[in-house]
């Protein structure tokens, strides 16, 4: 066999053919050494809206569960391709089947009933839950054994919020489309039951009820309603539930319950075979409705709002996901095993008189609380403790890296000018190319430094400094009005809507 490449876990066995979105493998996981089914949609040249359509199918896969609905297994992206992992099928879909079984001539009508009932299950299980499959066809039905089968391919269905709601996206293949769907009509899960009454006159004929040349035509023949009687071989139960399937008004067409409830169908009911071993367990309760899932700008991020995997999981005991754990605070060190946090005595005592420093208790009267403030006021005039450092205990005996010193700073003062002082400084700067810096600066010494010409100045008595600078000007350049030509500027109120 052929391998075509690895996909996470899985390895590409056989390409099984394409899908609404993409191409079907055959994988064979790493883990477990079982079969899959995978299905590969590359999402790099698709659309926003194209996307969206691609991702449903996976909430359609997991919010559905049945003997006869393909089971989903897991979901996730690689390089913004979408992989969908379900069970594989080994007896390969319904058109196969009935291409094979045409060269033996008619289908026994026991057959006929036990498939179509199947079908009629598995489509129960979607308008349970107001899902339209809305392509139903023979490619879209897969085969266990030759005479168990399941629905699959939600690549275009859809979920309806309520069942009285109606859909209008134009989708399905044409020869089993419904007759409001050409309308260009609101439709709802009636659309199904006429692609259901499709499939079983193709089982009882081997080709679909209309046939035409042509779109134009074949809209016209479906909107008609006319077809050809199936073989007189077969009994009125399976003529009377063709007739009741393929009526072109919806709301006379039956419903998935009524064509179970029909006592033909009732009498057949033991003609479903029991679920061979490839198809697997499946437990029915306990799926619910996946929320629409969101594509993310980036669609690698997609994996983060997938379902969870269902390897091993029956599909009754399966969680909803939990919530994620709260992130640790960043920059804050957290205690473990191997290095716990030992609280010195000195560490004890600043936390203490830290906290009777912020203390104030409440008093009844101002003038009480003002007593107390008196109080206290020698006590808050005292130096306070600083905070001792924490040493860090290890297992083992490490030496302490010394902390990185902070970058100096681009503004700092040359060494002969002093250490670092508290201050505020604002630079202007005007479109003639002169500045001003505004120094704002609290210290004992009365000089200041000027980041602009890099000069030290005498503060005057209100505690700032200005200072303008005129830059080189070229010679077709004249220096603004209010300079004078020795470059020093005028003793003069500054117009600030020059300054930015």
């Not at 009267?365 to 006021?377: R, Y």
């Not at 670092?420 to 609290?442: A, D, L, Q």
Request: hydrophobic share 35%.
């Amino acid at each position: 066999m052929t391998r075509l490449g690895n996909v996470r876990d899985f390895e590409l066995l056989k390409f099984l053919g394409k899908g609404t979105f993409g191409a079907v493998y055959q994988a064979r996981r790493a883990e477990d050494k079982k079969i899959y089914a995978i299905k590969k949609v590359d999402t790099r040249r698709m659309s926003n809206k194209e996307r969206t359509e691609s991702v449903n199918e996976i909430r359609v896969l997991a919010s559905i569960s049945g003997p006869h609905v393909i089971t989903f297994f897991e979901a996730f992206v690689d390089a913004d391709i979408l992989y969908i992992v379900t069970e594989f099928a080994t007896h390969g879909d319904l058109l196969g089947y009935l291409k094979n079984a045409k060269r033996n001539g008619q289908l026994p009508e026991a057959t006929v009933w036990a498939l179509f009932i199947q079908m009629c299950l598995g489509v129960q299980s979607l308008h349970d839950k107001n899902i339209l499959h809305r392509d139903l066809k023979a490619a879209n039905v897969f085969m266990f054994s030759n005479s168990y089968l399941k629905l699959g391919d939600f690549g275009v269905s859809k979920v309806l919020k309520t069942n009285e709601q109606l859909a209008r996206t134009q989708v399905g293949t044409p020869y089993y489309v419904a007759p409001e769907v050409w309308r260009n009509k609101p439709y709802n899960n009636k659309c199904d039951m006429w692609s259901l009454g499709c499939l079983l006159y193709e089982l009882c004929t081997y080709r679909p009820p209309f046939e035409a040349g042509s779109m134009e035509a074949l809209a016209r023949t479906i909107l008609r309603g006319k077809y050809e009687q199936i073989p007189s071989m077969y009994s009125k139960g399976l003529r009377d539930a063709v007739a009741r399937l393929l009526v072109v008004e919806p709301q006379r067409r039956a419903s998935v319950q009524e064509i179970l409830s029909m006592e033909a169908v009732v009498a057949n009911r033991n003609q479903i075979p029991q679920a061979p071993p490839a198809a697997g367990e499946v437990i029915v309760s306990g799926v619910d409705i996946v929320r629409t899932i969101q594509v993310p700008h980036r669609f690698n991020d997609l994996t983060k709002a997938l379902p969870p995997s269902r390897y091993d999981k029956p599909l009754g005991a399966i969680a909803p996901p939990s919530a994620p754990a709260p992130r640790a605070p960043k920059y804050v060190t957290q205690p473990d095993a191997l290095n716990p946090v030992m609280e010195a005595p000195e560490e004890v005592a600043y936390r203490a008189d830290k906290e009777n420093r912020n203390k104030l208790p409440v008093m009844p009267s101002k003038a009480g609380q003002h007593a107390v403030q008196q109080q206290l006021e020698p006590q808050r005039q005292a130096p306070a403790l600083q905070p001792p450092q924490r040493q860090r205990v290890g297992l083992y005996n490490q030496q302490q890296q010394p902390l990185p010193q902070p970058m100096a700073s681009r503004y700092a003062p040359p060494p002969s000018v002093g250490g670092p002082t508290r201050e505020i400084r604002m630079v202007y700067h005007n479109k003639h190319g002169g500045s001003r810096v505004s120094i704002f600066r609290s210290g004992e010494s009365s000089f200041s430094y000027n980041p602009i010409t890099h000069q030290q100045t005498r503060n005057q008595a209100g505690g700032n400094q200005y200072q303008f600078r005129q830059q080189n000007l070229g010679p077709l350049q004249h220096p603004p009005h209010h300079v004078q030509n020795t470059g020093q500027p005028r003793p003069r109120r500054m117009d600030t809507g020059g300054w930015y």
